[in-house]
């Protein structure tokens, strides 16, 4: 909310949200709220959607003082390798108009051409068509 205030109080065209899907899954569990709560209020100032998976927060400490490393959080997997709700969001990515870019970190990347038909069939068999144009 305070990127969204920030691009209205600018009130450019030129300026938008870059919305980090993997990054608000992280922050949405850290919150105990759903993704959707948490980016529905601005999707009306998104202008690019920022595509990949993780294991959402993890609970469990994940270093010696008992924090949580966010490098390990954010795994940058391949959509449906986490715990995303790929079937949950479909409809909003669908609706909107921002191209998606899709990155997966090169240990878990397959081919470009794999990727796009796994990510576009993902999508497609919760029901929900995106534009395979938007993907690239």
Avoid: Y
């Avoid at 990127?3 to 009130?11: C, D, F, K, P, Y």
């Avoid at 470009?112 to 938007?134: I, S």
């Amino acid at each position: 909310m305070v990127l969204r205030g920030l691009v209205n109080r600018i009130g450019s065209e030129r300026i938008g949200i870059c919305l980090d899907l993997g990054h608000a899954h992280i922050v949405a569990e850290l919150r105990r709220t759903s993704l959707e709560a948490l980016i529905e209020p601005v999707l009306d100032s998104v202008t690019l959607f920022h595509a990949h998976d993780n294991l959402g927060a993890r609970w469990q400490p994940t270093n010696a003082e008992g924090g949580i490393d966010p490098l390990k959080l954010d795994l940058h997997l391949p959509p449906g390798q986490g715990t995303l709700p790929w079937e949950r969001l479909a409809p909003r990515l669908a609706g909107h108009d921002a191209p998606l870019v899709l990155e997966v970190h090169p240990p878990h990347r397959p081919r470009a051409d794999e990727l796009h038909r796994a990510f576009t069939r993902r999508l497609a068999e919760r029901g929900q068509a995106l534009a395979t144009a938007r993907l690239r």
